[in-house]
């Protein structure tokens, strides 16, 4: 984001978008932390799976402990979903 944007107040239309962009944020910091886990994953799967198969499955690394821990992932959504920038 650039420096004009973010010390900007955001009006009533880019407040949605600021918002937007910093849930995004969130999530993909999880996936970008975790990228290394991701590749691996991505490299082991069968030669014969689909595209999209091996990406899904690879994704399990991420989606793995969210699985495991319904209440705890829930909360987190809470969180995210009612943080304001």
Request: proline letters at 7%; a positive charge; aromatic letters at 4%.
């Amino acid at each position: 984001m650039s420096a004009a944007c973010s010390s900007a107040a955001p009006g009533p239309l880019l407040s949605g978008v600021h918002q937007f962009g910093v849930r995004w944020n969130a999530v993909l910091s999880a996936l970008d932390a975790r990228g290394g886990e991701i590749a691996d994953a991505l490299r082991g799967r069968p030669a014969g799976e689909s595209d999209w198969a091996t990406l899904r499955r690879a994704v399990d690394v991420v989606i793995g402990p969210y699985s495991r821990d319904p209440a705890h992932s829930l909360a987190l959504t809470r969180l995210i979903q009612a943080t304001r920038p």
